[in-house]
């Protein structure tokens, strides 16, 4: 309920989510509280490890949740820079926020906060070649953390 009322600025929702509730799954996070979800989403097995995400500025996932800890573990602040400025995207790495990422012509960099395990380094860069191609760039570059 808190992560509805922080993604869509608005308060005093309960009434809200109280009546669409028996239409949603529901699941318990770490801290007891209740999370929503669609009733026929597909559901991966839990030990599925999430795979690498190059996200754009201002992504959703990380503004939308009141308790970010659930993809910002290590008290790094989201990445919010001043004005409409944003020339950074955000790395998630078994959907947690690891790194940065930008494109500088048709450069692909990859900036990682912290060396990363080899498995994890090659399935970040096996996804940051897929975006580099889709945004029509030519090389990746991964700074040493």
């Known amino acids: ?38 009733p026929d989403a597909p559901l991966p097995d839990p030990d599925t490890p999430a795979p690498p995400r190059f996200l754009p500025e201002y992504d959703n996932l990380l503004l939308s949740h009141d308790d970010r800890t659930r993809v910002i573990d290590d008290g790094r602040a989201v990445p919010l820079p001043p004005g409409n400025g944003a020339k950074r995207g955000t790395l998630l790495v078994d959907g947690f926020f690891r790194g940065m990422w930008n494109l500088d012509g048709t450069t692909l960099w990859v900036s990682p906060f912290a060396p990363l395990a080899t498995a994890d380094a090659d399935a970040v860069s096996e996804e940051a070649y897929r975006l580099v ?3 029509g760039g030519d090389d990746v570059r991964v700074s040493d953390s």
């Open 1 to 38: 309920m808190m992560d509805v009322q922080a993604w869509s600025g608005l308060t005093k929702l309960r009434e809200v989510v109280d009546r669409l509730a028996p239409k949603l799954r529901t699941f318990a996070n770490e801290k007891g509280g209740v999370l929503y979800d669609v």
């Open 133 to 135: 191609a889709f945004l």
